[in-house]
């Protein structure tokens, strides 16, 4: 089906690893699909391709995403090249809103599914931007589901120190994987009250 997904969780819950699992089964099906993931964390800032990697151990190539990037353009060639029957997007709360109108025309237009990957909130309980705009208007709305330790699903992300303090400020991107724990709302609410 044409239409734009976003399977949205904590940190932990296994996001990147579902992406790369469903790209694997389309190959497996003859299918060709066209990667993307964002370039906040790319080792090259100027590269055109990075790479998915799931905490498993899984990863596959993709293309970088910038806010600059007109991907409904970079979608349509690819299809002009060759046969593409889906997109996959990791890490689609850094998408812009612009980008996430650009990927539901990939869908209306181009006829591909889109199906993107992403946190739903930042460690202050906010929502992203791109994820936002997808909640807005994705035609199918997914969680994956984490724990927190006590054991009920966990919702939020607790952004922390060297120390071990949760921090409550700060600038939404720019840090480490492991800075982060996913929480259920009350332990996060404990853990920054």
């Known amino acids: 089906m ?3 997904y976003f399977t949205y969780s904590a ?9 790369l699992q469903a790209a694997h089964n389309y190959g497996e099906c003859g299918m060709a699909v066209m990667l993307w993931t964002s370039a906040h964390h790319a080792a090259n800032a100027e590269a055109e391709t990075g790479e998915i990697e799931s905490r498993i151990g899984l990863k596959a190539p993709a293309q970088l995403f910038r ?14 090249d060759g046969p593409l029957d889906a997109v ?25 599914p889109v199906l993107c990957y992403g946190l739903r909130t930042d460690f202050q309980g906010h929502l992203f931007e791109g994820s936002a705009e997808l909640l807005a208007i994705a035609d199918d709305l997914r969680e994956a589901r984490t724990i927190c330790h006590c054991g009920r699903k966990a919702t939020m992300n607790l952004r922390h120190d060297a120390k071990g303090e949760a921090v409550t400020e700060g600038a939404q991107v720019g840090v480490a994987k492991t800075d982060y724990q996913s929480l259920c709302r009350k332990h996060w609410r404990e853990r920054i009250d």
């Open 2 to 4: 044409s239409k734009l």
């Open 11 to 19: 940190m932990n819950a296994g996001k990147s690893a579902i992406l």
């Open 67 to 80: 806010p600059d990037t007109d991907m409904f353009a970079a979608i349509a060639a690819r299809q002009a």
């Open 88 to 112: 996959f997007v990791d890490e689609a709360q850094f998408l812009s809103r612009a980008h996430v109108w650009q990927l539901a025309r990939v869908g209306d237009e181009l006829g591909l």
